[in-house]
């Protein structure tokens, strides 16, 4: 999708200024280099966040959309419930951890504390709030942000 790589980017580069530790990103139709699969446990899924970064004792999780509907919405709430569930299992994110260190030399975190972000492409005129409201219920912030694509 033309912008959502640009996106990315952009949204992991205001993540650094603002001293967060971006540990990697994962732009559409690239190579995944540096990226650490989160295995979801009881099932052979795996998710890939745009974004994974963390700053102090809070690992942030962001996906990247062009749009929000409730179909995408549904899609990001279960992918974070899944995600954080992976990572509340025994073990699970210490294994994480080690994977990433392994792959990156940043070590996270050793507890697991999320800070989970939708980041929508375009200003939020127009947005549909029951929709934040609901993601907000469930612990996801919903970002606008304008690129030169939306």
């Known amino acids: 999708m033309a912008g959502q790589g640009s996106t990315i980017r952009g949204y992991a580069a205001q993540l650094r200024d603002a001293d967060?530790?971006?540990?990697?990103?994962c732009i559409p139709?690239?190579?995944?280099?540096?990226?650490?699969?989160?295995?979801?446990?009881?099932?052979?899924?795996?998710?890939?966040?745009?974004?994974l970064a963390f700053k102090e004792d809070v690992t942030k999780i962001v996906e990247v959309e062009m749009q929000l509907t409730a179909a995408v919405a549904e899609k990001i709430r279960q992918r974070f419930e899944e995600i954080r569930g992976a990572f509340h299992a025994p073990?699970?994110?210490?294994?994480?951890?080690?994977?990433?260190?392994?792959?990156?030399g940043i070590g996270l975190p050793k507890a697991f504390s999320s800070d989970?972000?939708?980041?929508?492409?375009?200003?939020?005129?127009?947005?549909?709030?029951?929709?934040?409201?609901?993601?907000?219920?469930?612990?996801?912030?919903?970002?606008?942000?304008?690129?030169?694509?939306?």
């Not at 139709?29 to 540096?34: E, I």
Request: include cysteine; charge should be positive; proline fraction near 3%.
């Open 91 to 104: 073990g699970r994110w210490s294994t994480f951890r080690q994977h990433v260190k392994e792959t990156t």
């Open 116 to 150: 989970c972000e939708l980041v929508v492409c375009g200003n939020g005129k127009g947005a549909d709030r029951e929709i934040v409201t609901e993601l907000a219920r469930f612990k996801v912030r919903v970002v606008f942000v304008e690129n030169s694509s939306s």
């Open 20 to 25: 967060w530790t971006v540990v990697y990103t």
């Open 29 to 51: 139709n690239t190579p995944h280099v540096g990226v650490v699969a989160i295995s979801i446990a009881g099932s052979s899924k795996q998710h890939y966040p745009d974004i």
